[in-house]
């Protein structure tokens, strides 16, 4: 069973512009999350996605945003990006979501760069 | 509020030593679950463990066990015999039925020398 993929696994941007992560869940699963994770300030949640809906967001900017597709595959965009947002941002996929506390299952994750 | 303290941030030890890593959480549900994660150095977090608030039951595998104590909030996880593969950060994490999400303690990294 294929585990859960992310792309680009690095990705160099520059301030201000904007960029697009992917993130393809396991088989079956329906609930995507996402997480940044920085040096300062550890594994912060950003959101989740079930069946195409957000279900709950994380305390970040409206400069990131998400969306999920009818194949449970998820993007998350970053706009205007800031040197702030360099990390590594993880994608996390489970059966129905924490709310049901089944277990998540996480990518290799996307390391960006803003320089 | 929801809260996980790891607080040892780095522990080192010799191959073949024992390594207990310490969780302490905080959350005003009944219901809540905690787990374990592995982060090596390639980034992906490794599921170890779940724990549901409901089952206090300790637990092993391998070289691995867990004890979850409810009267303390605390969800610690021992290595026995570790080895250099056991190198990596572990977290500790929790999720509750209020929160819809994992929150995640800061992560203790394990090093483990031949």
């Known amino acids: 069973k294929a585990g859960v993929t992310q792309t680009p696994r690095y990705l160099i941007k520059t301030r201000g512009q904007q960029v697009t992560l992917s993130c393809s869940p396991i088989s079956g699963h329906r609930s995507v999350s996402w997480y940044q994770q920085t040096p300062g300030q550890g594994l912060q949640f950003l959101f989740e996605y079930f069946s195409e809906t957000q279900r709950n967001k994380g305390n970040f900017p409206g400069r990131f945003s998400g969306r999920q597709f009818s194949n449970s595959r998820s993007e998350m965009n970053v706009s205007t990006l800031e040197l702030g947002d360099s990390a590594l941002y993880l994608c996390?996929?489970?059966?129905?979501?924490?709310?049901?506390?089944?277990?998540?299952?996480f990518g290799q994750g996307t390391r960006l760069t803003v320089v | 509020a929801q809260k996980v303290t790891q607080a040892q941030t780095e522990i080192s030890v010799v191959e073949k030593e024992d390594v207990t890593l310490d969780c302490v959480y905080e959350?005003?549900?009944?219901?809540?679950?905690l787990f374990w994660y592995k982060q090596p150095p390639s980034g992906e977090l490794v599921f170890l463990i779940r724990?549901?608030?409901?089952?206090?039951q300790n637990e092993i595998s391998g070289r691995y066990s867990w004890n979850f104590q409810k009267s303390t909030s605390s969800f610690n996880f021992t290595i026995t015999a570790s080895q250099v593969v056991d190198s990596a950060v572990y977290f500790c994490?929790?999720?509750?039925?209020?929160?819809?999400?994992?929150?995640f303690g800061a992560g203790t990294q394990v090093v483990v020398t031949p």
């Open positions: 959350t005003r549900d009944t219901t809540y679950y």
């Open positions: 994490a929790l999720t509750d039925h209020s929160w819809g999400k994992l929150q």
């Open positions: 724990r549901n608030s409901f089952d206090e």
């Open positions: 996390a996929s489970s059966l129905r979501g924490p709310l049901s506390g089944t277990e998540a299952f």
